[in-house]
Each structure stands twice: as C-alpha cells, then as structure tokens.
C-alpha cells in the first residue's frame, strides 16, 4: 500500500524475494520470533518490494554467522545482475568488499582518497603476491631457511606464508616444489586490510607533506 505496488507485481515480487532469500516460512512469522539473521533477510526483503533501482546497504552482514552471510552476499549479487540495480554498500567488513564491490570508495577523515577498481588498487600498492604452502609431514619449516625463498610472513610446523613480488612467483613456487615436502600450495594476494592501511598511510603522509 506504502509503494502503490499492484496485487500481482506485489506477489510475483514476493514469491522471487522469498525463493532468492530462502525466507520459506519467515514471512509468517512474528517478527519478535526472528533471529538476527533471519530479520536482515526480511528487510531486505521489505525493502525490495518495489524493485528499487538504487540499494544502499549499510553494514549487511554484521553479526552474522558466516553461512548466513554467505547467503546474503549471495542475494546481493543475484539482485544486481538480475534487475540492473546499483548497490551502494557501506561496510568495514573487508570480506563484503571483496565479494561484492568492482568498484570501492576509501574516504579518511572526510576526504576522497580513491575511487575505482579494487583490483587495481592492490597491485598498485601491494604488487607482491603470497606463497601459502602446507607441508606434507608437518615440519616443512625445518627444512632449511624459508627466506631464501622469500620473506617470511609467518611459519609453524605445518605451515608457510612466503611473499614473493608477483614476477618472481613461478620460479619461488619450483624452488619451494623441489626442495619441501608440500602437501598443498596456494598463491594469493595480500590481504585487503593491508592494501588499505597502506593506502592510509600513503595519504596521510601525502597529507602532512602538503603546504
């Protein structure tokens, strides 16, 4: 009634939002009786109902477990694709930026310090890529120095996190291949909390240098 929907567009809508959130019985029930989770999907629900153009989400999955949150990002993503729609997503929960946002804002202390690709922004501020590598009898490290394969970002037992710049992944990946006993390796790239603390950094220092 609020959005002057149509009966049927109202339960169309409803029936899509209720199949894509996964809401099955939800909907019936009182909203005192709903866990955290279950009241996010539900207002996202509510406020969909009108298939908006622009979604602002602000903090979505914050104390969430993590398979309700992966069924939120989910939803998420399935709305922007399906309807076209533009979400704009407020959050400090780095793991929502990387699954949903392409494109990311950094704002400190009220000033723009970068818009655009987040990819981008991490290879130009942290060009290094990190070696994860498991061993295989659980005393890899002990084989020898690690850092002669790269700086060393953590090591126990079983095991080893190498930072290598990223023209030097192939050959640190033989070199670790032939000499450690790995079980299982994986390359990746730095965590994007750092690539944001570095950009903070590079501001502010850009910031105290100004005139």
Do not use: W
Not at 65 to 70: L, N, R, Y
Not at 121 to 137: C, E, G, H, T
Not at 167 to 193: I, K, Q, Y
């Amino acid at each position: 009634a609020i959005y002057e929907i149509p009966r049927a567009t109202y339960e169309e809508t409803l029936h899509e939002l209720v199949t894509l959130l996964e809401l099955g019985d939800l909907v019936e029930k009182p909203t005192r009786q709903l866990s955290l989770g279950e009241r996010m999907k539900c207002e996202l629900a509510a406020a969909l109902l009108h298939r908006p153009r622009v979604l602002f989400l602000d903090e979505p999955t914050i104390g969430l477990d993590v398979s309700m949150q992966a069924t939120v990002r989910g939803f998420v993503r399935a709305y922007n694709e399906r309807f076209g729609a533009t979400v704009l997503l407020t959050s400090h929960y780095m793991e929502d930026v990387v699954q949903l946002c392409p494109r990311v804002i950094v704002i400190d202390r009220g000033r723009l310090i970068y818009d655009g690709d987040l990819r981008a922004l991490s290879q130009k501020l942290r060009p290094d890529k990190r070696i994860v590598v498991r061993f295989a009898n659980g005393n890899g490290a002990a084989r020898g120095d690690l850092s002669r394969f790269g700086q060393v970002v953590s090591s126990d037992p079983g095991q080893a996190t190498i930072q290598v710049p990223s023209d030097e992944v192939s050959g640190a990946v033989a070199r670790m291949l032939g000499a450690l006993p790995v079980a299982d390796l994986t390359v990746e790239d730095p965590p994007l909390e750092e690539v944001l603390s570095e950009l903070f950094r590079s501001s502010r220092q850009t910031a105290q240098a100004a005139p």
